[in-house]
Structures are given as C-alpha cells and as structure tokens.
C-alpha cells in the first residue's frame, strides 16, 4: 500500500510497502530504492543519487529514512539531501484515512460500442430517474411475487440498510451517490471515493446489517406493545434479510468484514483465534438447530485460510489489535442480534412467523 507521497526536488517522491517488511520507493515513476521483506525491523533507510542537468551541485544525494509501526499505523520520516535535512513529518492512521487516492492518467477515448453502452451506464447511475425506475421496478417485483404490502415493507428495510452504509459513508467524508434499489437483487449504496483502510471497510460494511438490527428490534418492540403480528413479520424477516447479508462470503457484507480481519492478522496466534470463533459460531448454530446457518457460516469460515495467505496483498491499512478485537465482536453480537429474533420469533405458533426459523434449521 502507499504509506507516503511527498514532493522532492520537482517530483513527487512515492513510498509504498506492505507488513511482510518490503518497501519500494519512486522518484516520479521511477523505482530508486527497494527493501526486501524483513517483517522484524522497524526502522528503514533508502538512499538514492540524482543527476540534475544544470545543476551547480553536480549529484545529489537524497535519503528517506524513518521507522514504521504498522498496529497501530505510526510512520515518522525524514527527507535530506546532501544531508540537510528538507522535511520530516510523522503520519498515523487519521492521516491515511483522510488521504485522497491518487487517480491514474486517463486514457485517450476510442470509439467502440462497449466503451458507449458503458458511458451510457454510468450516465444513467448518475440521473436521478434511474433512482425511481429501479424503485418501481423492485416495488412491481415483489408485489408479483408475494403482494403489494410486503413489497413496500420489505423496500423499505433494504431503504433502512442501505441508509446504513450511506451513514458510514458520511462520518468518513466519502462522497455519495445515494441508494439504488435492483429487482431480484436488493440495494445498493454506492460512493465516489475510494477507502483507504481496513476500518473504514469494516465500519461502512457493517452498518447495514447493524442499521437493519435496531429496525427489527423498534419493530419487535412495537409488536410486544401492540400485538400488531405484521410488526412481528417485518422484525423477523427484515433480521432474516440483514443475516444473509452479514454471512462471511463475498460479496456479502459479512464477507468485507471477513476479509478485513484477516487481511490484518499479521500472526499465526490471531489465526487461530479467528478460526476457534468461526468454529464456535458454527457449533452455537448447530445447538440451536439452525443447520443451514451453521454450513454457511462453515464454508465462508474457509475464506480466512485463504485471506491471510494474502493479506500482504492488499492496498488498504490493516486494522491494529484494537480495532479487530470490536471488529469481530460487532460481528458476533450483530449476528447474534439477528439470530435471537429469528428464533425468538420463530417460537410462535403462526406458520408465517416462523418461516425464517424453518429455512435456517433447513
């Protein structure tokens, strides 16, 4: 990931590297300096020389070096040339956060169709009529399917999660372009701005579902007080809904949340953790009797082996100890939330009411 772009004599000077320990520096898009993988050191040093053509100086010779703490983010530099000292600075994970990614140079357009039918897409996503034309087409959908009330309550949950990234999006400063409804498919909330840590993928992936457990809660709370069953009905298939969403597989919210832990797991003790907490989650799954819920959670479980493997891979800064311990457990209790509903619910004597137990214990 790009850990420090500064400018250095009339170029911008890139410093990119990844927790195995490499790191490869670039004088504009030059590579100049490069550090193998040694997980064990914190501090680094990369020297370079320039030959600047008028230069009454002759060679120059530039240093970059620091020390770097990647959990938590902690990168402390100083520039010198010649050693004299130009700029030395010190960058935590705010500073990450809130740097804007730099975009590639765009390439000359050539005509071809493939290339207008997705302009001409992009141009829709960014009309407002597309907002309403995919909302009366999911609200036609569901009343096809099942019937005009619980397409329009089953709308408005997805509303409500989608709401919940948007919100996320919001506290980051991301910009948004709002929600779009898909028949057959959901929602979707989508941005401009691309994240620049594993936080900000937890956070914005998470509060859909998060957002969708307080509705079912105000619902089931509504139903203790006024016996209304439909309320008991939007509780218990709205956390039906934010529970399939909160599976660990992608490109499910679940699956980003995955994704990010394991992504930051820079040990094999925090692996097995990982691994021992997805097997409790199945074994409390298969106690209750929700079998289908136990095998999905089983076969996502299977992504973490996978994930960490690549976990150097990524362009995002990894979590730091803290924020994976509220990661997981804002994942277990947002699960587990959705879960008691279900079940809780599901008690009930009406058929309808405990359908979405039944599919779960499937």
């Known amino acids: 990931m790009q850990l420090l772009e500064i400018e250095c004599l009339g170029q911008t000077l890139r410093l990119e590297g990844s927790m195995a320990g490499w790191q490869q520096l670039f004088w504009g898009d030059k590579c100049v300096s490069q550090i193998n993988a040694n997980a064990n050191s914190e501090t680094f040093s990369h020297q370079f020389s320039l030959q600047r053509e008028g230069s ?10 620091g020390s770097l703490q990647w959990q938590p983010f902690d990168l402390q530099f100083q520039l010198l040339v010649n050693d ?8 935590n994970e705010k500073d990450i956060e809130q740097r804007q990614v730099t975009q590639g140079e765009k390439q000359p357009i050539k005509f071809s169709f493939v290339g207008m039918a997705g302009l001409g897409l992009k141009l829709l996503k960014s009309a407002k009529v597309i907002k309403v034309l995919f909302a009366a087409g999911s609200l036609a959908a569901y009343s096809w399917l099942f019937s005009i009330e619980f397409a329009i309550a089953l709308i408005l949950c997805l509303v409500f999660h989608e709401y919940g990234h948007i919100k996320a999006m919001k506290y980051f400063g991301l910009k948004t372009k709002g ?10 909330a989508l941005s401009d701005d691309k994240i620049n840590t594993r936080w900000q993928d937890i956070v914005i992936s998470i509060m859909g579902p998060f957002f969708g457990l307080i509705l079912s809660i105000a619902c089931l709370i509504g139903y203790w007080l006024t016996d209304i069953e439909i309320l008991a009905g939007l509780a218990v298939f709205n956390a039906l809904l934010n529970l399939f969403n ?10 980003h949340v995955l994704k990010s832990i394991a992504f930051s797991i820079n040990s094999k003790v925090g692996l097995v953790a990982c691994v021992l907490g997805a097997a409790l989650g199945v074994y409390i799954s298969y106690h209750f009797g929700l079998a289908l819920l136990g095998f999905l959670l089983a076969i996502g479980s299977i992504e973490i082996f996978f994930e960490y493997k690549r976990r150097h891979l990524s362009d995002l800064l990894p979590l730091n100890r803290y924020a994976q311990i509220v990661s997981a457990l804002w994942y277990v209790l947002t699960v587990g939330g959705l879960s008691a509903i279900i079940w809780f619910v599901g008690q009930t004597a009406n058929d309808a009411l405990s359908l979405p137990l039944k599919i779960l214990a499937s």
Do not use: A, S
């Open 56 to 65: 009454e100086q002759g060679e120059l010779q530039v240093e970059l070096k």
């Open 84 to 91: 004299e000292l130009l700029q030395e600075n010190t960058l």
């Open 179 to 188: 929600i779009y409804l898909i028949p057959f498919v959901g929602g979707l």
């Open 246 to 255: 909160m599976l660990p597989v992608l490109p499910l919210d679940g699956g």
